[in-house]
């Protein structure tokens, strides 16, 4: 991609990820327009596009002459599930939509998640894995995929695992989501840096992950009793058996074997560095 002359259109640029990515893309030099909702901050040195995927007319404008759509908008962490479901489904298939009618060159990126993969997985969740997700986020994310994989776009899928960095604060609130799903504490999880998200997008925008649904993730799952050590908070130890011993671990040899290498290999690289 000549970054000079295409344009990019990112979602979601308010939330967790794309607050992070967006800037990441910028520096890069990457030409990006953003689609923001009304009362949110609009981001610096990238084209704004007010607008929300519910409002299809508003999606027009954002995705025509794009050669390519990061799709990161998403709600996850809420109990109305209608809206999660909404938001997920409905409004990537109306970004679809724009996309097929008005942009139908570009290259279609969708975040989503390693939570689709099944609790009782016998090993670390691989992409040709049966999904099985047992909450609203991930099967709304499954549904999503399935809308854009018969698309007839140009498309790519990645899951990402647990995210954490530049000061997010979501390690941070893990203790309380551990507490909720009652986890054991040496259940690992598969973790990746902010910093290799956008590692992974470039290599998407390329074209390097071209019709492929890609786990992405650092090198080293690390356990809960790790994590939540490293924010400061305690947990309660266990020697009992571990059930599920490979939920929320994802396999990433295929992204490995397309070229991805984190440059944020562990968590523990992120705390020396001072980067969590």
């Not at 970054?3 to 640029?13: W, Y």
């Not at 986890?183 to 492929?212: C, E, F, N, Y």
């Amino acid at each position: 991609m000549n970054r000079e002359s295409e344009k990019i259109l990112v979602t979601g640029v308010t939330g967790l990820v794309g607050a992070r990515l967006l800037p990441r893309l910028i520096e890069a030099g990457f030409d990006c327009r953003v689609l923001v909702r009304e009362g949110k901050d609009a981001p610096a040195k990238a084209m704004v596009i007010p607008g929300d995927l519910f409002d299809t007319a508003s999606l027009v404008p954002a995705v025509k002459d794009v050669s390519a759509i990061i799709h990161l908008a998403a709600v996850f962490r809420s109990q109305d599930t209608d809206l999660i479901w909404r938001s997920n489904l409905d409004g990537t298939r109306n970004l679809i939509a724009a996309a097929k009618a008005h942009a139908p060159n570009a290259r279609f990126i969708l975040a989503s998640t390693a939570h689709v993969y099944s609790i009782n997985n016998p090993h670390p969740g691989r992409e040709d894995d049966a999904v099985d997700p047992q909450h609203a986020y991930p099967a709304s994310k499954v549904a999503a995929e399935k809308e854009l994989r018969e698309s007839g776009l140009t498309w790519s899928i990645l899951r990402f695992p647990f995210v954490y960095g530049d000061g997010d604060g979501h390690l941070a609130m893990l203790p309380e989501h551990i507490k909720a799903a009652n986890w054991h504490p040496a259940m690992k999880i598969s973790t990746v840096h902010h910093r290799d998200i956008a590692t992974a997008v470039k290599m998407a925008l390329a074209g390097a992950m071209d019709k492929r649904v890609v786990n992405i993730t650092d090198e080293a799952p690390t356990s809960i009793y790790e994590l939540v050590k490293l924010v400061g908070q305690p947990l309660k130890s266990s020697a009992d058996p571990l059930p599920n011993p490979w939920y929320l671990h994802a396999d990433s040899s295929l992204a490995r074997s397309l070229g991805f290498q984190p440059v944020v290999r562990t968590v523990y690289q992120a705390l020396q560095e001072k980067i969590l």
